[in-house]
């Protein structure tokens, strides 16, 4: 243990002067800010469900435009500035390089959390573009060159430009030969990452009409989640577990395989989110036989964590980071496992229009993605201020609200889901379902209201640790207890 | 430096290329771009009785809204004006005009308050949905300018809307729209009251006792078309209505009075004309298809 520690302590001195811990800690300091405010007009928009909206005839905060600012926000304020936090940190004690620049760093802070106001302020005056996920005001008048408000689009392309000049980089220059699976996640995402958003919103918005548009959306909405979350998502997995657990990858192979089926595979998925639509049928199935085997390869990723775990299952226990990703893990697993059956056709004619989506949206995103951000801000947290937590016990009930409330919420959508499709079905009349429904959305408000409050208990200790008196942490005492409960 | 290269030019480049061509240029190539995309002009081509109507009930509104408005003439306009009366051709011209406009902004404040995020575009050829909504979608319904970035939505809080048009009046469509539950009992969906302009009307009562020796409906006091920005401007109208009133009508005329009331606006016409232009047009009304 001792002879570890030391070697731990070494490697930290080693390649702390490489991390920006600044940056680090801006960026998600941000993130968790666009957290509370997403997830704010989340609990809001509920409410016009139950109708009790209390902004209901205003019309910069009527439901439309505030539900606009709750999936966009959560994208690209939350996810994007998590994610990125998290690089700064990640990049540099894998490739033993500083990124480009420090100074390119503050640059794209300030520009990306002043993209995501005109982004914010753009939708709730009523300039959003019909692309799903992608609402961001493209700043001109749909299909045209009227420029009518700050072409927020164009900002996030060069936004995710130098961020890959930043993080490209180091990797580029690594000081080691050969590149971890890390890495690799780490490098397509973010190149990814630019041709996704460049595809998206452009050319559904300027060339491409009617249902092969829509075949791009689709393929946007898919690319935005598997070829930029996820593998962002993965690649820190890959290097987070391990470092926390001491421990190697349980097999590179399985990694490997897992990467490039990752890459073939998701993106023709895109399609799913439009099936029996005029789209040309043989499309349909290449898109549906392409997200069953994306399961296959999600199997492969979940064996070789729950390998790399083996043996030291207790630290989900006494480690609430690798809790948090292994529930995160878990969530994955079911989400998919959940795809393979919604994406046939006899489940997508029940499903598709109703509740069962959002369910499915808020494991996933929250679920997934969000309980990784957070495991990882919960280990980095201390090491970025110096300081000891707050309180140990309130990072407890972050956890415990967050999976309790999104359990409930998962289940009671997909339930909902199923009441409202065999309700479509049968023909029902259209505000015997709205009521048919209410209960359901009862609860969805109910569960969001647990969930927000964990994020509160999570805010708070955040920033007590942050700001409270001097307790200087000590990475030792969390190695003798196998981690940072 | 070389594994970088491969993971770049393979995965980031390659895959993404590879289910570019797949799922976005195929299916492209063997649907949109047999045929040319319909311009907004093209679809407004036919105008919905229901847009024409808009006219006479606001027509102040109407004006502001589109430019040429005044050239724009109803049935009542063109009673008695001969059939090749340029008038007419004119007016048909300017109609279109103006149709295209409402059609592009009503599309825009569909996107800009997100009804898409609550209403689908969307028929699908399962879940009895043809039977409940009308005929399924196809390509070509979609292949027009309107349809750029495409609004089939993913979500039916409420009902589709493929095939709204003409389904409601317009009147309907002006209260549902200012007050979802006041159509529709116990209706979620958010109050759209910033499309609405408050101002003055003419308001005609028919007296009691009138009404029930002539069987006409309970409702006695009704809105003459025509909501005013002042009250001068409403008083005006009621001296036309008044001057317009044949003689034999005197008991109603001595009722007509001048109070508050609201109408759409601009925005709100345009969207309304946007709801009632939906499902009214497919690709067999193009030019040069027969029909
Ligand atoms: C306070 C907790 C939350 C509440 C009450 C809430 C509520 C909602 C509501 C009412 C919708 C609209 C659903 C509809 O159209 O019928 C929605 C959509 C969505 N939310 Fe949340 N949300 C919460 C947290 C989150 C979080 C943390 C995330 C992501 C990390 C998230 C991601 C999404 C996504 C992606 C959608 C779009 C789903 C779709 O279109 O199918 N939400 N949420």
């Not at chain 1, 993605?369 to 000891?388: A, K």
């Given at each position: ?129 019909a692309v ?10 749909p299909g ?59 050319l559904p918005e300027w060339t491409l009409p009617g249902s092969s548009g829509a075949a791009t959306v689709g393929l ?50 895109g399609v799913?989110h439009f099936l029996l639509s005029s789209i040309p049928m043989s499309v349909q199935y290449?898109a ?57 056709l ?6 598709h ?133 | ?22 799922s976005g240029v195929y299916p492209w190539l063997i649907t949109d771009a047999r045929e040319p995309e319909a311009t907004i002009a093209e679809v407004a081509r036919r105008v919905t ?47 279109r005009?103006?149709h295209t406009?409402?059609l592009r902004?009503g599309r825009?404040?569909y996107v800009?308050?997100?009804?898409w995020?609550?209403h689908s575009q969307y028929v699908r050829p399962v879940?009895?949905e043809a039977q409940r909504f009308g005929r399924v979608r196809s390509a070509a319904d979609d292949n027009n300018a309107l349809q750029r970035p495409v609004l089939w939505g993913t ?5 589709d809307l493929t095939h709204e048009g003409g389904r ?106 946007y709801l009632q232009w939906l499902g009214t047009w497919d690709a067999s009304q193009r030019e040069g298809v027969p029909q």
């Amino acid at each position: 243990m001792t002879s570890t520690a030391t070697q731990l302590e070494a490697a930290h001195a080693g390649s702390a002067d490489l991390v920006d811990k600044g940056l680090v800690k801006w960026h998600l300091v941000m993130a968790m800010f666009f957290m509370l405010t997403a997830m704010t007009w989340g609990l809001l928009i509920s409410l016009q469900f139950l109708h009790a909206y209390p902004f209901e005839g205003i019309s910069f905060l009527s439901y439309g435009r505030v539900r606009l600012l709750h999936t966009n926000e959560i994208a690209y304020g939350f996810l994007v500035n998590g994610f990125i936090g998290c690089l700064y940190y990640a990049i540099p004690r894998m490739t033993g390089r500083a990124v480009a620049s420090s100074k390119l760093g503050w640059l794209i802070l300030f520009v990306w959390q002043f993209i995501l106001v005109a982004m914010s302020v753009g939708q709730l005056l009523g300039f959003a573009q019909a692309v799903e996920w992608g609402e961001t005001p493209t700043g001109f008048r749909p299909g045209t060159f009227d420029l009518n408000y700050i072409p927020v689009d164009f900002l996030i392309e060069i936004g995710a430009v130098l961020v890959a000049i930043q993080f490209l980089t180091p990797i580029v220059r690594s000081v080691h030969k050969r590149q971890y699976v890390s890495l690799w996640y780490l490098t397509a995402g973010i190149v990814w990452l630019i041709l996704t958003y460049v595809m998206g919103n452009t050319l559904p918005e300027w060339t491409l009409p009617g249902s092969s548009g829509a075949a791009t959306v689709g393929l946007f909405i898919h690319d935005l989640v598997g070829l930029f979350v996820t593998p962002m998502g993965w690649g820190l997995m890959y290097f987070f577990v391990p470092v926390i657990l001491r421990r190697p990858v349980w097999s590179h192979a399985l990694s490997v395989i897992g990467f490039w089926a990752l890459a073939f595979f998701y993106p023709l998925n895109g399609v799913h989110h439009f099936l029996l639509s005029s789209i040309p049928m043989s499309v349909q199935y290449g898109a549906v036989i392409s997200t069953m085997a994306v399961e296959i390869v999600v199997t492969t990723v979940i064996v070789n964590f729950f390998g790399t775990m083996w043996g030291s299952g207790d630290a989900l226990r006494t480690n609430l980071p690798i809790r948090w990703f292994y529930t995160g893990m878990v969530g994955y697993f079911i989400t998919c496992l959940q795809c393979m059956f919604h994406t046939t056709l006899t489940m997508q004619e029940l499903i598709h229009f109703t509740d069962w989506v959002p369910g499915h949206a808020h494991l996933v995103m929250l679920g997934v993605f969000s309980f990784w951000i957070f495991g990882m801000t919960t280990w980095l947290w201390p090491r970025l201020t110096g300081n000891e937590w707050y309180s140990r016990r309130l990072n407890h009930w972050h956890y415990w609200l967050s999976v309790i409330g999104l359990l409930t919420m998962f289940v009671d959508l997909l339930a909902g889901g199923l009441v409202h499709g065999f309700m479509l079905n049968a023909l029902s009349d259209w505000m015997e379902i709205v009521r048919a429904m209410h209960g359901f959305w009862a609860v969805r408000t109910f569960a969001g209201a647990m969930i927000l409050a964990g994020q509160l208990c999570f805010a708070w200790n955040l920033w007590k640790t942050w700001t409270g008196p001097k307790r200087p942490y000590d990475y030792r005492v969390d190695l003798a207890t196998a981690g940072g409960v | 430096m070389d594994r970088f290269t491969s993971i770049l030019l393979a995965a980031g480049l390659g895959c993404f290329a590879l289910a570019f061509v797949l799922s976005g240029v195929y299916p492209w190539l063997i649907t949109d771009a047999r045929e040319p995309e319909a311009t907004i002009a093209e679809v407004a081509r036919r105008v919905t009785p229901e847009f024409k109507q808009l006219k006479e009930a606001y027509p102040v509104a109407f004006a502001a809204a589109f430019p040429g408005a005044d050239e724009c003439l109803t049935d009542k306009d063109l009673a008695g004006v001969p059939l090749d009366d340029p008038r007419r051709a004119r007016s048909e011209d300017a109609w279109r005009a103006a149709h295209t406009i409402a059609l592009r902004d009503g599309r825009d404040a569909y996107v800009a308050e997100a009804c898409w995020h609550c209403h689908s575009q969307y028929v699908r050829p399962v879940a009895n949905e043809a039977q409940r909504f009308g005929r399924v979608r196809s390509a070509a319904d979609d292949n027009n300018a309107l349809q750029r970035p495409v609004l089939w939505g993913t979500r039916r809080v409420g009902p589709d809307l493929t095939h709204e048009g003409g389904r409601r009046s317009n009147d309907w469509h002006v209260a549902h729209l200012r007050d979802p539950a006041s159509t529709s009992p116990g209706s979620i969906m958010p109050r759209y009251t910033w499309y609405f302009r408050d101002g003055w009307q003419v308001w005609r009562t028919i007296d009691p006792e009138l009404a029930e020796r002539e069987g006409l409906a309970p409702t006695t006091r009704y809105p003459i078309p025509g909501v005013y920005a002042t009250e001068a401007e409403a008083r005006s109208a009621l001296e036309r209505v008044r001057a317009e009133t044949p003689e034999n009508l005197h008991a109603e005329r001595d009722r007509l009075e001048v109070a508050p009331s609201s109408g759409p606006n601009e925005t709100a016409l345009a969207l309304l004309a946007y709801l009632q232009w939906l499902g009214t047009w497919d690709a067999s009304q193009r030019e040069g298809v027969p029909q």
